[in-house]
């Protein structure tokens, strides 16, 4: 897999991780939303090497503008 490949896989995770976050705030007592935000978490860490959700959305992002990946729209 090539880094554009790699920017474009980390894309759509943090993508899929800010759709699922935007469920989750806006109904944190649903539990099949809570289970799909956290498991989006769980892709994104795996991704970025993070632990944390946050830090692995900053990681993300940091690394998709260094790339000069992303839509800009996150």
Same mark, same amino acid.
Do not use: N
């Given at each position: 897999?090539?880094?554009?490949?790699?920017?474009?896989?980390? +894309? *759509?995770?943090?993508?899929?991780?800010?759709?699922?976050?935007? /469920?989750?705030? %806006? &109904?944190? !007592?649903?539990? =099949?939303? $809570?289970?799909?935000?956290?498991?989006?978490? +769980? *892709?994104?860490?795996?991704?970025?090497?993070?632990?944390?959700? /946050?830090?692995? %959305? &900053?990681? !993300?992002?940091? =690394?998709? $503008?260094?790339?000069?990946?992303?839509?800009?729209?996150?």
């Amino acid at each position: 897999m090539d880094a554009s490949q790699v920017g474009e896989e980390i +894309e *759509v995770k943090l993508k899929h991780y800010r759709w699922w976050q935007s /469920r989750f705030l %806006a &109904s944190p !007592a649903d539990a =099949r939303v $809570r289970a799909r935000f956290e498991r989006s978490v +769980e *892709v994104l860490c795996a991704a970025t090497g993070e632990r944390c959700g /946050r830090e692995a %959305a &900053s990681t !993300a992002e940091r =690394r998709l $503008r260094s790339t000069g990946g992303g839509s800009g729209d996150s």
